[in-house]
Structures are given as structure tokens and as C-alpha cells.
């Protein structure tokens, strides 16, 4: 898990240079067409049929858009907010998906880790400092972008069993380059030639993004969820080193502290539900 994390920090920093000197929208429609001809490749050994009706319908079609819709506020944030900020902000999302797991999904969620969740929303109201000099309204892309995320995690869980891995991924790749394309309409953007420097960052971000990818993967299934599930947090940790040392960004005592907040209540979370969870198996089952 944290070799996953520290491979998505350098993706994250791939894009946010590209997306700098691109177009948003053409960064994710190139980014979706090599992530898409390489997901596809693995889905076909695997016999997994991209062309069906089941992306296109129920829970599946939902994540496809969620995927889509995410990656273009993501992105474009990318290219507007300092890396550390966009970072730190994406920290909140098990947060949000625990909150929308009990709303919409049924689960129960005690007052431990509701107070939890509102800690970590205040984090999220210091990192951005809305009314203040330091605000930047481009953050709330990143903000939106947690919430649609949430949406693509709560249908994957609702998900048919038998849809493979990487029939998803193929999927959501696919879709970002009509949402690409979507992206540079509606901010007015034509289609740039791509540098050799260019081409070196689109390379790393789907190259590091793949690693990231599998990574994730293999120790989701090896693994205790609720073991390695908090190594996500080493994102931030490697996002912040690289965007200071290639970047030369330095965050701010108010950005640290926000951050800490996010982070130490996503931490309580987690260890609040794997206690939940041995409770009730020990419940199941005396021995």
C-alpha cells in the first residue's frame, strides 16, 4: 500500500506539470486513451468483454461517470492549486464515504465516528481557509471531486461480483476521453502539440499510475482491509516531499494543522470500524 501511494504521488505530480502546459481536457482524454488500450489489453488475456450492455447499465454505468466526472475536477485542479492542497484535500474521501455509507447504504455508524467525520470536515474548512487571503476557490473542485469519488466507491460496492477488475478499469478509462474532449469545450481549449518534455510527464503519469494501480490491488487482496487501508495516508506524505522538492511549494502552518485533522480523524475511522468489526464476529461466533 505504500508503494502504491508513493506511485500515485508521482503520477499526481506528472499530471500537474502536464496539466500546467496542456490543456486539462486533453491531458485526461490522453491519459484515458493509454490507460484504455493497456486495461484493455489485460482484460482481453483474461477472456473479460469490454463491448457489453452491463458498462452502460445500473451500478456499472454509475461508477463509469463517477470516474469520468472525478478525474476532470481532479485534473483541472491539478493545474490551479498547489499539489500539497489538492493532497491534503483528497484525504477526506473514506471520510465522505463512511458518512455516505451511512446515509444511503444503511450501515451503522455510531457517534465516535460521526464526531469523527465532523473533525475531519473541519480540517478540510482549514486547509481551505474560505474568507480569508490564503482561500482558493479552486480547491473546491478537489472538494466536489471527494464527493463524486464517493459516488464511484458506493456503486462498486453494489456492484455484480462477476464484473471483473479490470473491465471496470477499461471502462473508466474509455470514458475519460469523451470527458476530456467535454472539458477542453467548455473552457474554450483546442488540442496542443505535445512537446518531447510533454510527452515525458503523459508517459510517467500513466506508467506511474499503472504501478499505483496494481499495487493498490495486490494489497487490498493479500491484506486486512483494516490493516492496510490506513496506509493511504502516505499519499500526502510523498505528495508534499515531492512538491517540495520539484515544485518548490512550502506549506503553510494552517495547511499542516488542517491536514493533521483530516488525517488523525480518517485514522480514528478506520480503527473505530475494525473494532466494530471484531466486535460483531466475536458475537457471530463465541470461540
Do not use: H
Not at 50 to 61: E, H, M, P, Q, V
Not at 109 to 122: D, E, K, N, P, Q
Not at 155 to 177: C, E, H, K, N, P
Amino acid at each position: 500500500m505504500v508503494a502504491s501511494m508513493a506511485a500515485f504521488a508521482f503520477e499526481d505530480l506528472f499530471l500537474k506539470r502536464a496539466a500546467v502546459s496542456l490543456p486539462p481536457g486533453q491531458v485526461v482524454a490522453m491519459m484515458g486513451a493509454g490507460g484504455a488500450v493497456v486495461f484493455w489489453l489485460f482484460a482481453a488475456r483474461l477472456r473479460q468483454p469490454i463491448l457489453t450492455r452491463r458498462a452502460l447499465s445500473g451500478a456499472a454505468a454509475v461508477r463509469t461517470l463517477s470516474e469520468a466526472g472525478a478525474t476532470m475536477l481532479y485534473i483541472t485542479a491539478l493545474a490551479l492549486i498547489p499539489l500539497t492542497m489538492n493532497a491534503a484535500l483528497l484525504q477526506a474521501s473514506p471520510l465522505v464515504v463512511t458518512m455516505a455509507a451511512a446515509l444511503f447504504l444503511g450501515e451503522k455508524v455510531g457517534w465516535r465516528r460521526w464526531s469523527a467525520i465532523t473533525v475531519g470536515f473541519l480540517g478540510v474548512m482549514v486547509i481551505l481557509r474560505p474568507g480569508t487571503e490564503g482561500f482558493q476557490a479552486a480547491g473546491l473542485l478537489t472538494v466536489a471531486c471527494v464527493f463524486i469519488l464517493t459516488a464511484r466507491d458506493l456503486s462498486t460496492r453494489v456492484m455484480d461480483a462477476s464484473i471483473g477488475t479490470f473491465q471496470l478499469t477499461t471502462w473508466a478509462y474509455l470514458a475519460l476521453v469523451p470527458a476530456g474532449v467535454i472539458l477542453m469545450a467548455v473552457q474554450g481549449q483546442t488540442p496542443q502539440a505535445v512537446d518531447p518534455s510533454q510527452w515525458v510527464d503523459l508517459t510517467g503519469a500513466l506508467i506511474t499510475g499503472l504501478l499505483g494501480y496494481y499495487a493498490v490491488t495486490a494489497a487490498m487482496r493479500v491484506g486486512d482491509v483494516s490493516v492496510v487501508a490506513p496506509f493511504r495516508y502516505a499519499r500526502l506524505v510523498f505528495a508534499m516531499i515531492l512538491a517540495v522538492i520539484f515544485l518548490g511549494e512550502r506549506p503553510d502552518f494552517w495547511m499542516l494543522i488542517g491536514a493533521t485533522l483530516v488525517i488523525g480523524s480518517g485514522l480514528y475511522t478506520f480503527a473505530r470500524e475494525a473494532r466494530v468489526k471484531r466486535a460483531l464476529s466475536m458475537k457471530a461466533d463465541p470461540r
